[in-house]
């Protein structure tokens, strides 16, 4: 995948951190620094004229199909990484209605679609996997 669409411009995402028995909701995605599948919490762009919360609980909503309400923020994370730049607004969320299903990224056609899995993970799991940011494989589950 090209990082075009991502490059070149500062992003503003938000992302949530979505906990049910002791395990964190992640998508697998191919990340757009790495070109490597990648798992991260769901998230993404902030549009012109959207709050970080309205945006999340839309982003959340496509990738996963799970309705949610937003919680409190905390983590905020920089990634700056030639040529993509964003910055990232990580939120706790609470689960409101709807049903578990991997979902895509109705800004990318069928076939350019990013997003390939979308699963529960414990501490432990995590540890052990390829995931982004860093700070959910181990400071997230301290805070």
């Not at 991502?6 to 909701?25: E, W």
């Not at 040529?83 to 990318?108: C, M, Q, T, W």
């Not at 979308?118 to 390829?130: A, G, L, Q, R, Y």
Request: glycine share 6%; aromatic share 10%.
């Amino acid at each position: 995948m090209s990082t075009s669409k991502y490059s070149g411009k500062l992003r503003v995402r938000a992302c949530g951190l979505l906990v049910d028995d002791n395990k964190l909701l992640l998508i697998e995605l191919k990340s757009p620094i790495t070109n490597k599948w990648t798992w991260l919490p769901p998230g993404g762009a902030v549009r012109f004229g959207e709050s970080i919360e309205m945006a999340l609980r839309r982003e959340f909503k496509e990738e996963t199909g799970i309705e949610i309400s937003v919680e409190n923020r905390v983590f905020i994370n920089e990634v700056i990484e030639p040529p993509i730049h964003a910055i990232e607004f990580y939120h706790l969320v609470e689960k409101k209605s709807g049903e578990l299903r991997l979902g895509n990224d109705p800004e990318l056609s069928e076939d350019e679609q990013i997003i390939r899995d979308v699963k529960f993970f414990s501490k432990e799991e995590i540890k052990k996997m390829n995931v982004a940011p860093e700070f959910i494989r181990a400071k997230f589950w301290t805070s």
